[in-house]
């Protein structure tokens, strides 16, 4: 009964579903994508993208958020959920977050300096005992990459706000990981797998990297999620609004959701881009298609909540419910 997960170190979502896989304790085998193994993954995947993860059945599922949810279901315990609603859908919010604005933070992060694309790039080429066809491979990856940070919203005009963002979310993380393993308390929640997968990745970059070994709470988050484990329970908001309100503030509900808002209405409007204002910074992009279909899943799992006065409170004090609310 063994999964196998095709991913790539330096694929956030891979990593991610690999952490999640080795908390739930999931057998599988970790096989790093490669022109080796292409017919096998092109047998199970729908998508040329990582990671896939083949099931015992021999099932493949793609997208990270997806692998999870599914794997959630048939291997429930140890939840990733808090079983309190409102903390619960802080976490799922907080996911989101880390898959789509979080993304922005390491893409960007990565391929806008020489050193971190010589680094990345490197390191997705691997060992090649042929130094002139590594070097041709190298400069492959770094053409393709470097015109595609565009894809996240990464220009001349953003990437100052990007980069204050992930400096901003760095130090309120360390703040609120003081007290705590991780976001919600004694045990890993859906929310920590999201986020960590973009910062881990970030970290094992040379810019990003340097920013985070000076934080000393979140590199120890950033080691205990390699190999998460429960470590007691996960804690009741008033415990974790002091750390956890400032980033549902600064970082969801003044950036990403009016970012998502306004992404969302240009793709409903065909417009080649689109300009809207964050915490007093414009912002302007092309617009991301993918991000719009999961606006609409994040917005259906809050109206299963929307009924939660608590909740809601606590949504609108951190700029959080217009945008969810809205359809």
Known sequence: M???IFGSELSPFSVKTRSYFRYKGIPHVW???TPDNAEEF???AK???VPLVVTPEETGIQDSTPIIDEMETRFPEPSIHPTDPVTRFISVLLEEFGDEWGNKWMFHMRWARQADQLSAAGRIVG???DDAAKQEMVDQILERMTNRVWFVGSNEATAPIIEASLRDMVALLDNHLADRPYL???KPSYADFGLWGQIYNAWTDPTAG???NHSQNVLGWVHHMLWPSDLGE???WQDLEAGLAPILTTQVGDMFLPWSAANSIAIANEDEEFTVDLAGNTWTQKPQKYHARSLGVLRARYQEVSDNTELNDILSSCHCLDVLSSE
């Open 184 to 186: 919600f308390g004694e």
């Open 31 to 33: 096989t790093p994508r």
């Open 47 to 49: 998508l040329p993208l």
């Open 42 to 44: 092109q047998k199970f």
């Open 234 to 236: 996960f804690e009741p």
């Open 2 to 4: 063994t999964h196998k």
């Open 127 to 129: 060992y090649n005992e």
């Open 210 to 212: 340097s920013l985070l």
